[in-house]
């Protein structure tokens, strides 16, 4: 009887084992590989988007669709951002729709191509490996801070190497409109997740105030989950405005 009573416990155990292996399974490969391939696609469909006329679309990803509530347009009042190579004027688009994907960031460093969407839901924009902008910040190169979150771990993962940027890096982020690259100068390896501070228009740790800027201007902030594989806190990089190039 005592055997038996353990053999099923064995049982149980090997059982209980073999389902959390299978968890562990689809959260660090399964959805790392079909979040990574549903942004694939949409960066391909934006860029098909884009080089075609403006009239044949219907609302577009451009941004020109109207936003919901909360969404963050009333922060895009600003002039638009610095002339091109060209010496033309760039305007920003108006703002996009909640969960829309309507920007590709780039980051050659780490070799990341990822589309952008406006929102940071889990389920509507990051679990589907996008980056997500927060609402109420800077649309891309507007005045103020263009924020932005990404998933360390699981789910397409972009931003997971973040922490390997250094002073000097570009990242690219493409619109219908330009292309505006900003380069990174400041992180913050750790912070609290509630410093909200970092994502303000002039970026500033309240956390630990030597972290982040005293002046306006053009920011981009990336902000991810840290240590990895844990939500406790925040990795935060920073970069300003430096170039825009009219499409």
């Known amino acids: ?16 084992g073999v389902v959390l292996l299978l968890l562990v399974v689809h959260q660090l490969w399964w959805t790392n590989r079909q979040a990574r391939a549903d942004a694939e696609h949409r ?30 347009r009333a922060a895009d009042s600003g002039a638009p951002g610095g002339r091109s190579s060209a010496g033309r004027t760039a305007a920003p688009s ?4 909640w969960d829309q994907a ?35 910040t800077a649309q891309p190169g507007r005045p103020g801070n263009f924020a932005l979150a990404g998933h360390r771990n699981t789910h397409g ?32 390896g750790q912070t609290s997740a509630r410093d909200s501070g970092v994502i303000a228009a002039v970026p500033r740790s309240n956390v630990k105030p030597y ?15 840290t240590p990895e594989f844990t939500s406790r806190y925040r ?5 300003r405005l430096t170039d825009v190039r009219a499409r």
């Open 102 to 136: 309507y920007a590709v960031i780039r980051i050659p460093r780490l070799g990341l191509t990822a589309p952008v969407a406006q929102g940071i839901s889990k389920r509507g924009v990051l679990d589907k490996g996008y980056v997500g902008h927060y609402p109420r």
């Open 1 to 16: 009887m005592a055997a038996r009573g353990l053999w099923t416990g064995a049982e149980v155990v090997v059982t209980l």
């Open 211 to 225: 972290a982040g800027y005293g002046t306006p201007g053009s920011y981009v902030t990336l902000t991810t989950c």
């Open 43 to 72: 960066v391909q469909a934006l860029e098909r988007e884009w080089s075609e006329p403006q009239g044949l679309e219907d609302g577009g990803s451009g941004g020109g669709g109207g936003d919901r509530a909360g969404s963050g």
């Open 235 to 239: 990795l935060v990089v920073w970069g």
């Open 157 to 188: 993962e972009p931003f997971r190497y973040i922490n390997r940027l250094r002073r000097g890096d570009r990242i690219d982020i493409e619109t219908r409109d330009a292309v505006y690259t900003y380069t990174v100068d400041r992180t913050l």
């Open 94 to 97: 108006a703002g996009p729709r």
